[in-house]
């Protein structure tokens, strides 16, 4: 019996290009997931295989066995049938299905109630705001009592006051219909701000899946890191500034540094600028370049620093792959 | 200011336009009236018109020309709409291919009149086909398709050079409706008809109206088309108005001119509740 949605080496090409590289992935029942990606990796695509309007090439894709309504995708554009009410988009689903005309009735002033839209059911999709569209979509598509949902960059229409609304709604959404929920997005922000699980989809190919926390922290490759956020360098040469006794280049994001007034420090501030929550610093030391997140106001271009080193993380893969041509290596000597 | 100018712009267009129609249509009902024709017209003003109206073949001839009108854009709206939506249906790539559709539009109509000729008739490349490829009964039991009472012919006729046009016009609406809408109609448990009447019809509506009213008047006042294909009696109005105007006595002039000002308030009245249609889904599109 299966229990989360199996994604098994799902391959799907657009004539000769490869928009998805041998996905699998396990998303738990009743988990909200983003699917986070740059624009063009295929995190479109994988979502409409998912919602099974797009046939994959290869692999497979199995629900839980007690799935009883097949995926409901909603478009980044809502797709809302211009044509028809509110009362109707929402109403579609149902009366598609033949339901008894008292029943969708109920149905639809319900969800519309439980969404904030109840006022707004006689108005047509031309005359409501972005929030109220998207609102609109996800009745349409909740009325009809899925297990799954699928939300295609579902921030993206809308200014960024209502993201954070939004992100809320679809939260409280999750938990009160017991959905399992997958998002894509091509902000880490957003998508952080939305789910606890990520999925880093790059060109194609699943870089990563875990908590978002982790992912951001530790990282497993240099290309996801750095999609993810700033990444600085600490290469050998920087170590023992740091007090570091680590074979291998180490990593770290700009908060994961401190910085310190000193007048006799080695690094030198070059810039400095103010965006809106933190001051991000660019600071040179000894030729090479870091940057910075610091709530220190004080400190300006010119000003001679000490940095401390709070956390680094380093790839498993990259050390995987050395520790790997290290043993070749020494085969190769022994024999 | 501004509609001065504007007016001023559009005047070297407009007023030959209004001259030119303005006249065509004084001199029309003036000689319906019996003035200009006939020295020696001694009915009253309304003379013609009540003869006409009296007519029982005028009443025929209008009654033929609407059912082959209404038949012919019916039809082709229907045909067209189906068309249209299949290829809309088509891959892009596939969809290149399709547009010989558009070959009958650029064929003039008194072609397309020889060309249903020369297939339907008795001798005709259909029935000769039948004969070859079924028995020479299927051939005998072809249905006489030419000078039929029912204008079986022209409506054929009008079909194929109509259909194309509407194909065209709805394809521009169709082309505009995202993939993504109908992907979520079908998600939401639609089948195709379904999403056809309730999501891709409401969208046709306003070019599904106009091509009507062209097509309807269109085929209402044609002449060519009946002309080769159609049977004397009954007739179509053009053709009894023609035969009439050239045909016959100069005494019957006014009584031409009376069926041609009725088939003018005909058409007249035909667009006003037209316009009034649309001007309600106009408002209703408002909202949309």
Redesign the interface.
């Known amino acids: 019996m299966v229990n989360n949605i199996e994604v098994r080496e799902l391959t799907k090409n657009f004539g000769q290009k490869k928009i998805l590289k041998a996905i699998s992935l396990d998303i738990p029942k009743g988990e909200f997931l983003s699917l986070l990606g740059p624009s063009g990796s295929g995190k479109t695509t994988f979502l409409k295989i998912l919602a099974g309007v797009l046939e994959a090439d290869s692999g497979s894709v199995n629900f839980p066995s007690d799935l009883k309504q097949s995926p409901v995708l909603v478009f980044q554009d809502f797709q809302l049938f211009p044509y028809m009410s509110v009362y109707n988009n929402i109403a579609f689903g149902l009366q598609a299905r033949h339901r008894p005309r008292k029943e969708i009735d109920i149905s639809v002033r319900e969800i519309a109630s439980k969404l904030g839209i109840l006022k707004r059911l006689d108005a047509y999709p031309g005359q409501l705001s972005g929030g109220e569209k998207q609102r609109c979509a996800l009745a349409r598509a909740l009325v009809l009592n899925p297990q799954v949902l699928l939300l295609d960059e579902p921030f993206a229409n809308l200014d960024k006051n209502l993201k954070n609304e939004t992100a809320q709604l679809l939260r409280r959404i999750q938990q009160d219909f017991k959905l399992t929920l997958i998002s894509v997005t091509h902000d880490q922000e957003e998508a952080m701000m939305l789910s606890d699980t990520i999925a880093l989809l790059i060109g194609g190919k699943l870089m990563e899946c875990g908590l978002a926390e982790q992912i951001y922290h530790r990282p497993r490759s240099l290309e996801a890191a750095r999609f993810l956020g700033q990444v600085n360098i600490i290469s050998q040469k920087y170590q023992q500034y740091f007090h570091l006794t680590e074979q291998d280049t180490v990593y770290c994001r700009p908060e994961d540094l401190e910085i310190s007034d000193n007048p006799n420090g080695t690094a030198v501030i070059e810039e400095r600028f103010f965006n809106g929550r933190v001051y991000r610093y660019l600071v040179k030391l000894r030729g090479f370049p870091f940057e910075i997140y610091s709530m220190k106001e004080n400190l300006s271009p010119g000003d001679s620093v000490d940095l401390t080193l709070k956390e680094y993380f380093q790839f498993p893969e990259e050390l995987d792959q050395k520790k790997s041509l290290e043993q070749i290596k020494g085969t190769t000597y022994e024999t | 200011m501004k509609r001065l100018s504007l007016a001023a712009h559009l005047a070297p267009l407009l007023i030959p336009f209004a001259l030119f129609f303005i006249y065509s249509l004084f001199m029309t009902v003036a000689q319906s009236f019996g003035f200009g024709a006939v020295s020696d017209y001694r009915g009253g003003i309304f003379h013609s018109y009540a003869l006409v109206l009296k007519d029982p073949v005028f009443v025929r001839n209008g009654i033929f020309s609407l059912w082959i009108s209404l038949a012919s854009s019916l039809g082709s709206i229907l045909l067209g709409s189906l068309l249209a939506w299949q290829i809309r249906k088509l891959p892009g790539r596939l969809q290149i291919w399709t547009s010989v559709y558009r070959l009958p539009i650029i064929l003039p109509h008194i072609t397309v009149a020889f060309l249903i000729l020369f297939l339907f008739s008795n001798r005709g490349m259909v029935p000769a086909l039948a004969y070859f490829l079924v028995s020479p009964e299927a051939a005998e039991s072809f249905p006489e398709l030419i000078y039929n009472s029912m204008g079986w012919s022209i409506i054929l006729a009008y079909l194929y050079k109509e259909v194309p046009f509407v194909v065209l016009m709805e394809l521009t609406v169709l082309r505009q409706i995202?993939d993504?809408?109908l992907?979520?109609?079908?998600?939401?448990?639609?089948?195709s008809w379904?999403t056809y009447r309730?999501?891709v019809l409401?969208?046709l509506r306003t070019v599904i109206n106009t091509v009507f009213i062209i097509l309807f008047l269109y085929s209402l006042g044609a002449f060519d088309i009946p002309f080769i294909l159609g049977m004397s009696k009954p007739s179509m109005l053009s053709i009894r108005i023609y035969r009439l105007y050239f045909e016959s006595d100069l005494v019957n002039r006014p009584l031409v001119m009376a069926r041609l000002t009725l088939m003018f308030l005909f058409s007249l009245g035909f667009i006003f509740i037209y316009l009034k249609k649309t001007r309600r889904q106009q408002s209703e599109e408002s909202?949309?």
Not at chain 2, 183 to 191: D, E, F, I, K
């Open positions: 995202p993504d809408r992907t979520t109609a079908r998600m939401l448990g639609a089948g379904r309730k999501v409401p969208q909202k949309v």
